[in-house]
């Protein structure tokens, strides 16, 4: 018997993508029907044509998402694979909610539209549809990076599976764990959040598990702990790589068991609740150093989901930034607006405290100058205010001789070397060139300062012996102890 091959529905009405990604999907051998409405796709749908659905999101006719839940009704077995530019996390969320195989935001890598689409062939889906409360006001971005979490975050919303979110201060890892407990199942219950760095290391499992009543000096009342308060919901571990190690054994035995006992209390209690973890530190490494549980670690570590610093996704930083000027305004602050100007002075910094200091930087703004624009020049006035203040003043190491901080002198000079080029692009391998040009006369003048005693130079470079001796020889720096 002669095995048909998979037909593959591609509906968009941009002509050039449904040339394109048909093209790729004929090349595997399947056969393509093209639709460009939702009209069109309906009738297909209904006719009981197509193994594997790409569609748009915005047709001319109307959303394709909208239209999901009833073409689901009709083929229930259909996976659709969900196409779209607007690329924001609500899009990602309501395919799945809506019953999507799989989304994919525009621009979109072709190969990973094959790997999809092969996957969807061998594994009919089996999500359903649910009520989705639109919230845009929790993650914003539309780079690839947040595109990938976003996907992730989809696909596991659903689901009870512990994550754990990694990333940098500032980087919005409560956000994550909130839109996930938002839009599951757990959404109607609490969303509990424990800092772990801001509790006492004596008192981190009555705060966790809760305790009776006399269960040590100062306990007069029963109290029911973060566990209890997060029955039925979500309860956020953040700063987890704070937890001590007494604790991580009391954790990692509530993961493997399931239920948990207050302190000085007999019963076994039921612990019904998503623990979502979150670390600005590197776990692995802890692991190593013997400072986290390798065992507790696999158990958090189930879906990781590492959020990216926000230098890291510069194209970001506008949308961003007009998201938090309409926050405060309703703080009651000023309205304002950004020049072009403003958007790129933004996208020019480093931002060490990510998103939130880039909402601290704005409501400062709005708060401080008058005038309903804020200008680039405002944007690098107020930057270079706070960074020298952070910094200890205009006597700090971030400070030159000219008044100005050390990012800026180092801007100026990479300004100036890539006009040197007539393309503007110099030679590959910028990067170690740039590092080697600054560590070399930092660690030549600490050595100086410190009489070439290397002890001294590697804890005030805030470096480990052996690493500044391997620098040393990498950068061949002659150390010789100054004579009296």
Same mark, same amino acid.
């Given at each position: ?313 510069? %194209?970001?930083? /506008? ?9 405060? $305004?309703?703080?009651? +602050?000023? !309205? #304002?607006? *950004? ?84 393309? %503007?692009?110099? /030679? ?9 040009? $600054?560590?070399?006369? +930092?660690? !030549? #003048?600490? *050595? ?37």
């Amino acid at each position: 018997m002669t095995r048909t091959k998979p037909t593959i529905i591609v509906a968009d009405d941009d002509l050039a993508i449904r040339v394109v990604v048909g093209e790729a999907l004929r090349q595997e051998g399947w056969m393509v029907i093209e639709a460009d409405d939702l009209p069109e796709l309906h009738r297909l749908v209904e006719r009981g044509q197509g193994d594997v659905v790409i569609s748009d999101v915005m047709m001319p006719s109307g959303s394709g998402l909208d239209a999901l839940p009833g073409l689901l009704e009709k083929r229930p077995d259909l996976p659709f694979v969900i196409m779209s530019a607007q690329n924001t996390l609500s899009t990602a969320m309501a395919a799945t909610n809506n019953g999507a195989f799989d989304y994919l935001p525009k621009p979109f890598d072709i190969d990973e539209l094959i790997s999809i689409v092969k996957k969807a062939l061998k594994e009919k889906s089996t999500l359903v549809g649910g009520d989705y409360e639109r919230d845009e006001n929790i993650l914003i971005g539309r780079s690839p990076a947040m595109q990938e979490i976003y996907r992730t975050m989809a696909r596991v919303v659903k689901t009870d599976l512990t994550v754990m979110v990694t990333g940098e201060s500032g980087t919005g890892k409560e956000l994550v764990a909130r839109a996930l407990h938002a839009h599951g199942p757990r959404a109607n219950n609490p969303f509990v959040p424990v800092n772990m760095a801001a509790i006492p290391r004596e008192l981190i499992e009555s705060e966790l598990f809760g305790h009776e009543r006399g269960a040590f000096t100062g306990a007069e009342t029963r109290t029911l702990g973060r566990f209890g308060q997060a029955k039925g919901g979500t309860l956020f571990l953040d700063e987890i790589g704070d937890m001590p190690l007494e604790a991580q054994t009391r954790l990692l035995r509530v993961l493997q068991e399931g239920e948990y006992r207050t302190v000085g209390g007999q019963k076994s209690i039921k612990a019904d609740v998503r623990i979502i973890a979150a670390t600005n530190r590197s776990l692995q490494a802890m692991v190593r150093s013997g400072d986290f549980r390798e065992d507790l670690f696999f158990r958090l570590n189930v879906v990781p989901i590492s959020l990216p610093a926000l230098r890291e996704r510069p %194209g970001d930083i /506008p949308d961003l930034a007009e998201h938090f000027l309409r926050k405060a $305004v309703d703080k009651g +602050l000023p !309205q #304002k607006r *950004l020049t072009d100007g403003a958007k790129k002075a933004l996208q020019s910094f480093d931002w060490p405290g990510n998103v939130r200091e880039l909402e601290n930087l704005l409501q400062r703004i709005c708060a401080l100058y008058p005038g309903k624009e804020i200008s680039g020049s405002v944007i690098k006035a107020e930057f270079d205010r706070s960074t020298s203040e952070m910094a200890g003043g205009p006597m700090s190491i971030m400070a030159d001789v000219s008044g100005g901080n050390l990012g800026q002198t180092i801007r100026l000079h990479l300004d100036q070397y890539f006009d040197y080029h007539e393309d %503007g692009l110099p /030679p590959a391998g910028l990067y170690q060139r740039i590092l080697r040009e $600054v560590e070399r006369p +930092l660690i !030549q #003048k600490v *050595l100086q300062v410190t009489n070439g005693n290397q002890v001294k130079a590697a804890e005030l470079l805030g470096l480990n012996r052996n690493t500044l001796r391997k620098k040393i020889r990498e950068l061949d720096i002659s150390v010789h102890a100054r004579t009296p």
